[in-house]
């Protein structure tokens, strides 16, 4: 069953760089639908954007982590795991600060075109653009037999039941950290890490019903998604390789 979002409901956790243009677009085009939503923007030790903190927002300064999960076949395991729990860490961050029932990721490459439509059954929604990898699924399956989920994309534009995310973060710690950069380096990207998670303790991960992909879908403008992910617009370079212009 599909469910509208309203202001009381969702919260926005906004992972930015150095998107200037971008980042005032989206906080203008959040307020567009959702005036009085909770954002918490998190910059990854890009440029300090609390000037366009408005009324319901904040802004904090991290390390930049996600630049370093870029290619991480060639990283250090434990710099990736330690990337990894600051990921988690920012997240929960941004839950405390929100107390919505959904948090939605968002990154500065969204356009949201209306209030987000959901599955009230989905702990977890998001792309099913990437097939998890076999050795992974294996992992998955160890500690939760009956996974049925066999693809992961929780980017920008996800959406998050935060009672659920609570009690995965509360559940996972750096053994299983460990246990999963070790087994695949690229779970240290926080698409694939958060899906993993999900699956690992049982809740249900599923395609976003209210979510479409710019690039790889030329037609996007035509369909009545509320979510445009990869809208590359106001990117006006690749931030030192973090983002592709497209």
Not at 225 to 240: A, C, F, G, R, T
Request: charged letters at 25%; a negative charge.
């Amino acid at each position: 069953m599909d469910n509208i979002l309203n202001d009381d409901q969702i919260g926005i956790f906004f992972s930015c760089y150095k998107e200037n243009e971008a980042v005032s677009f989206c906080i203008n085009n959040i307020r567009d639908h959702y005036p009085h939503a909770p954002i918490y923007i998190a910059s990854d030790g890009g440029y300090d954007f609390s000037d366009v903190c408005g009324s319901n927002s904040t802004f904090f300064m991290y390390e930049d982590i996600l630049g370093y999960v870029n290619n991480p076949e060639s990283k250090e395991e434990d710099k990736l795991i330690f990337c990894c729990r600051e990921f988690l860490n920012r997240i929960k961050d941004a839950v405390e600060y929100c107390k919505t029932e959904y948090i939605i990721y968002y990154e500065p490459d969204i356009l949201l075109r209306g209030k987000i439509r959901t599955d009230i059954n989905s702990d977890l929604s998001g792309s099913f653009a990437n097939i998890i990898h076999p050795n992974v699924l294996s992992l998955i399956q160890k500690y939760n037999p009956a996974n049925t989920n066999y693809n992961f994309g929780a980017c920008g534009g996800s959406l998050i039941r935060t009672s659920s995310l609570l009690r995965i973060l509360g559940d996972t710690d750096d053994d299983l950290l460990k246990e999963l950069i070790y087994n695949d380096k690229r779970i240290s990207n926080c698409d694939y890490l958060l899906t993993v998670l999900f699956c690992i303790f049982g809740y249900q991960y599923s395609e976003n019903i209210d979510f479409i992909e710019a690039n790889r879908n030329p037609n996007w403008e035509l369909t009545n998604h509320s979510i445009v992910h990869q809208y590359h617009k106001h990117y006006l370079e690749n931030y030192d390789g973090k983002y592709k212009k497209s």
